[in-house]
């Protein structure tokens, strides 16, 4: 099973700021098969990027995605006071999905 | 407009039983496959378990087969999950989702809760 591994765990930020979140899997993972969520408290996950680099529907340009094989990125250009969530990468394989442990990103 | 509606939720015993339902609109339901996804208070995500657009295909995660089972009726655009012998480790909210074909989840429903108490 594919393990993935997700740093840091907690990103102290300012609106503005630049966020960068890692996805690093235990083995190659195909982009095509990669996928990010935010999760903001009390509600469902909503998805944010497929295919490692698509954005989903209604989702602002200030997100992206980038990566291949073993390592993934979540970058938001500018932080928004909305932004201020936790984000999950995850992956599909050999009929199983799996989900790093998120990386929180909070307000310093 | 696609909105999965779980039900189902609630308080049982440790070993008792419960079947969660998802009520599916908005999309060619049999198209896709569906899946749960559960998340334990103050915790992570965790895939629990999927199942095909036509039901002839399932997939369950190490923590929970043999003990939960994943069933689909297309005619009522539904989408189950029968719990039993349920655990304290069980306790969670469980969230219905869309799979589309490249493995990711494109749309959640809202969340039903799971508490497993002796």
């Known amino acids: 099973e594919i393990v993935l591994t997700q740093s840091p765990g907690t990103l102290s930020l300012s609106p503005g700021e630049r966020a960068t979140l890692s996805c690093r899997a235990s083995q190659s993972v195909s982009s095509s098969y990669l996928a990010w969520y935010q999760q903001k408290p009390g509600q469902a996950p909503r998805l944010l990027i497929y295919?490692?680099?698509s954005r989903a529907t209604g989702i602002p340009d200030r997100f992206s995605g980038s990566g291949y094989g073993t390592d993934f990125t979540l970058t938001i250009s500018r932080l928004e006071p909305e932004d201020f969530a936790v984000y999950y990468c995850q992956q599909y394989g050999s009929s199983r999905f799996t989900f790093g442990p998120g990386t929180k990103v909070d307000f310093k | 407009e696609v909105q999965l509606l779980e039900s189902g939720g609630g308080l049982v015993q440790t070993g008792g039983s419960l079947r969660l339902s998802c009520a599916a609109s908005?999309?060619?339901?049999?198209?896709?496959?569906m899946s749960w996804v559960r998340q334990a208070p103050g915790k992570g995500l965790e895939w629990v378990s999927a199942i095909a657009g036509s039901g002839g295909s399932t997939d369950y995660a190490d923590s929970v087969k043999g003990r939960f089972t994943i069933s689909r009726d297309n005619s009522k655009n539904t989408v189950y999950l029968q719990m039993n012998s349920l655990r304290a480790e069980d306790t969670a909210v469980y969230y219905c989702?869309?799979?589309?074909?490249?493995?990711?989840?494109?749309?959640w429903g809202q969340g039903t809760p799971v508490t497993v108490s002796s």
């Open positions: 989702a869309k799979v589309w074909s490249t493995g990711y989840f494109d749309y």
């Open positions: 295919g490692a680099s």
């Open positions: 908005g999309f060619t339901f049999t198209t896709y496959a």
